[in-house]
């Protein structure tokens, strides 16, 4: 069987390139094409020698770490051992995907000529073939990033809400509402909304179980200190466009996304008389305003977190 290596290096640089193209999809970043290209040519010299070469060495498995390791130190120059690591994880998952599909195509088609040396398929299949497999591998790769980056938006929605009072706290699971744009008329901090139920642990049980009275000024045997921390909250609504909403200040408010823990210097707490959701998923609604603002000194980023 006669093999031509201008196709072997073809084939290989075709493949790992769209490879290492496929890693900047996943992390969502621009690549250097001439990184990429130098990278993927990088791995098509190995197989030219694994195939022309008749040493073991080239069949190790140290070697191929090793080749890989430069492939994506090259393409991508990762900070640190750990995006290094990253990295390198992300290539064997492309490349057994990659591969996987390779597989398949070679059992559909079956062609006559092929074999295997130094770890390498090789044969006279029409480089389109290659290609085919690897634009399918492609395409596999990104309706899975879709699918999965939707379920993580999704995840996103959410947020850990931890309030303060008195040295009692609660953590509750909160929405992340486009629709909350609550505010407190004069100060102008921003209003979480809290079940009624949930906040049971830091508000005295006189305070919870008579909000529609202390709206309206009756404030007979509510302690001073809840007294001066209560505030009003209009709000509109579907069927209730002029509403008021009983409001605290507490002493503090911590906010825990997937990336980040913050604490919120100036926020009110809206308590409200029911529960938000049936399915008891979240008990609180926080608006995406807070989020825009935290880079100001309303908010102190107590730690960013690594991925």
């Not at 809290?194 to 009275?213: F, G, Q, Y």
């Amino acid at each position: 069987m006669t093999i031509y290596i201008d196709i072997v290096i073809a084939e290989n640089l075709c493949m790992n390139y769209i490879i290492l193209y496929t890693m900047a999809i996943v992390y969502k970043i621009k690549p250097q094409k001439i990184k990429l290209l130098s990278s993927s040519a990088i791995g098509s010299v190995y197989a030219v020698l694994a195939y022309t070469q008749d040493i073991e060495a080239y069949s190790t498995m140290l070697l191929k770490v090793l080749l890989s390791i430069s492939m994506v130190y090259i393409a991508y120059s990762p900070k640190d051992i750990w995006h290094l690591i990253k990295q390198l994880i992300t290539f064997y998952l492309i490349s057994f995907v990659f591969g996987g599909v390779a597989f398949a195509m070679l059992y559909f088609i079956q062609p006559q000529n092929i074999m295997v040396k130094g770890g390498l398929y090789i044969g006279t299949y029409p480089i389109k073939i290659v290609c085919i497999g690897a634009i399918i591998g492609f395409v596999l790769i990104k309706i899975t990033l879709k699918l999965i980056n939707g379920k993580l938006a999704k995840d996103k929605l959410f947020c850990k809400v931890k309030v303060v009072i008195n040295n009692n706290e609660i953590e509750i699971n909160s929405l992340i509402d486009t629709g909350n744009m609550l505010k407190e008329p004069i100060t102008g901090a921003p209003v979480i909304v809290i079940e009624k139920n949930c906040l049971e642990p830091l508000i005295p049980e006189m305070v919870l179980n008579n909000l529609d009275s202390i709206m309206k000024g009756n404030h007979t045997d509510i302690p001073t200190e809840y007294i001066q921390r209560f505030r009003a909250i209009p709000f509109s609504s579907l069927g209730k466009q002029n509403g008021m909403l009983l409001g605290i200040k507490p002493d503090k408010i911590y906010i825990e996304t997937e990336d980040e823990l913050i604490q919120v210097q100036d926020a009110i707490i809206g308590i409200y008389n029911g529960y938000i959701t049936k399915n008891g998923l979240y008990s609180g609604l926080i608006g995406i305003d807070i989020f825009e603002r935290r880079n100001s000194n309303e908010f102190v980023r107590i730690a960013e977190k690594q991925h």
